[in-house]
């Protein structure tokens, strides 16, 4: 195929997963305006507690990669069969994970905003939004695993359709739940709307109900794929299926949970330079996370066709293909970051009528937007990475820039140097380069590619 030939097939199936999560973020967006206009204080509750979101979701998505590296690979050979097996493992999976992440999420969920080191006055209020929110695991395990064994088929508009039902119910909830029965106008007619008016607790049960709405459609839209489908499968253990998959599941989980962990002492650290500061680093995380959106869709497709090239045993095809999809991506990320600094200001104002909040915000939005494109092309080398199964690489990159660089770095700034916010997200943007620059040399040298190297998956 051309080089144009190639970039439809990768738009062609990471548009549905880039719609998925733009969809996501703007629920997002509007949960966290929604919750913005409480308060700074109820805009800290809730972002307390989010990175160790981060951490418990790892374990999740880990798995998910182990069982899109084996099914990509077999749908590339024509092997069926085994990826229907491997999707009947899934199910394992989803029930091991949802119920171990909930006994230990809601049982911690007392001391969690302590060890976030989060004002005392807004601890009561984290707590019990983070108890809420973990009640429902074993459906969001399902939304995860199961979208991600769709997706290795080449079926992305699925999970899309399921993700965003599970997002129009978030935002009706939170609609309903979080604030007072009011009057409001529509369409220049004015009624009563009915609310609970539970404020934070309200946008905690939104989120809970979404996930159980999210987990019940993946189920049924995998249990009806015509090829996939774990109906009439046996659920026993199939070491057979499931050795291959934790081989990338298991270094990816460790590599996720280390990372996760420095994300939570990265936002330890910040949580400790006051409200304010905790306030503009959720809502700035928030804002930026539909700016990196192209990164995480194009990592879908660069997964999935990299393990269908390894599968089909194709090396022209996999050069082709990974060529394509760096410079799409390169391209897409260099127009988002663009947009990313000139709005900054104006998507600062969307979440917030704090002045405070504003600027600081959009100081540190600025200096990351800088180095999207940097920062889309890790993404995506790293998707690349784990089609294959190449995941220790990646791994030791990861744990060794969050640790030494981010983590490290952030508590010489803030406690040697006295440094703020804006030393804490340069820290972490030279985080982000140097996995660029390391995934980068990686990938040039073809020591990811079992295809060059001879190595088995």
């Known amino acids: 195929m051309t080089r144009r030939q190639l970039i439809k097939v990768v738009l062609a199936l990471a548009w549905p997963t880039m719609l998925e999560q733009w969809l996501q973020v703007a629920a997002q967006y509007v949960d966290s305006a929604m919750v913005g206009r409480l308060g700074a204080a109820a805009t800290a509750a809730v972002g307390t507690t989010s990175t160790v979101n981060w951490l418990v979701g790892s374990s999740m998505s880990a798995l998910g990669v182990g069982f899109l590296a084996y099914i990509a690979r077999e749908y590339g050979a024509r092997r069926f069969d085994n990826a229907a097996r491997a999707a009947a493992q899934s199910v394992l999976a989803v029930l091991a994970v949802g119920l171990l992440n909930t006994v230990v999420a809601l049982s911690l969920s007392g001391h969690i905003p302590r060890w976030m080191n989060a004002q005392p006055d807004i601890q009561p209020m984290a707590s019990r939004y983070f108890f809420i929110i973990y009640t429902p695991m074993i459906f969001r395990a399902a939304t995860v695993i199961f979208g991600t064994v769709l997706r290795a088929s080449?079926?992305?508009?699925?999970?899309?359709?399921?993700?965003?039902?599970?997002n129009g119910v978030n935002v009706v909830m939170n609609y309903l739940l979080i604030y007072e029965t009011r009057d409001i106008s529509l369409l220049g007619l004015k009624m009563r709307m009915p609310g609970a008016g539970l404020g934070v607790v309200g946008a905690a049960w939104g989120t809970a109900i979404a996930f159980?709405?999210?987990?019940?459609?993946?189920?049924?839209?995998?249990w009806r794929h015509p090829q996939l489908s774990p109906k009439g499968r046996s659920l026993k253990p199939d070491w057979d299926i499931l050795k291959p998959c934790l081989r990338v599941a298991i270094p990816s989980a460790v590599q996720r949970f280390g990372t996760s962990f420095g994300y939570v002492a990265f936002a330890s650290m910040i949580n400790g330079l006051g409200t304010l500061s905790t306030a503009a680093h959720s809502i700035a995380n928030t804002a930026e996370s539909a700016f990196y959106i192209p990164a995480y869709g194009i990592q879908t497709a660069a997964a999935t066709l990299s393990g269908h090239a390894y599968g089909m045993r194709d090396k022209q095809y996999m050069r082709e293909i990974t060529h394509a999809l760096l410079i799409l991506e390169a391209a897409m990320m260099t127009v988002s970051g663009t947009i990313l600094f000139v709005m900054a200001e104006r998507l600062m104002s969307l979440?917030?009528?704090?002045?405070?909040?504003?600027?600081?915000?959009?100081?540190?939005?600025?200096?990351?937007?800088?180095?999207?494109?940097?920062?889309?092309?890790?993404?995506?080398?790293?998707?690349?990475?784990?089609?294959?199964g190449d995941i220790m690489y990646a791994f030791g990159c990861n744990i060794a820039g969050m640790w030494g660089m981010r983590v490290i770095g952030t508590f010489i700034a803030v406690h040697f140097l006295g440094g703020g916010l804006t030393a804490a997200w340069g820290c972490m943007i030279g985080h982000n380069i140097l996995l660029f620059i390391l995934f980068l040399l990686h990938y040039r040298s073809g020591k990811w590619n079992p295809l060059v190297t001879g190595d088995k998956f």
Do not use: H, S
Not at 155 to 164: A, E, F, G, H, W
């Open 212 to 222: 159980a709405a999210g987990g019940i459609l993946m189920t049924i839209a995998l």
């Open 351 to 388: 979440f917030t009528p704090d002045p405070g909040v504003i600027r600081l915000g959009t100081t540190v939005l600025r200096m990351v937007a800088v180095t999207e494109p940097l920062y889309g092309v890790a993404v995506v080398l790293e998707g690349i990475f784990q089609g294959v």
């Open 154 to 166: 080449g079926d992305t508009r699925t999970p899309m359709k399921c993700n965003l039902a599970m």
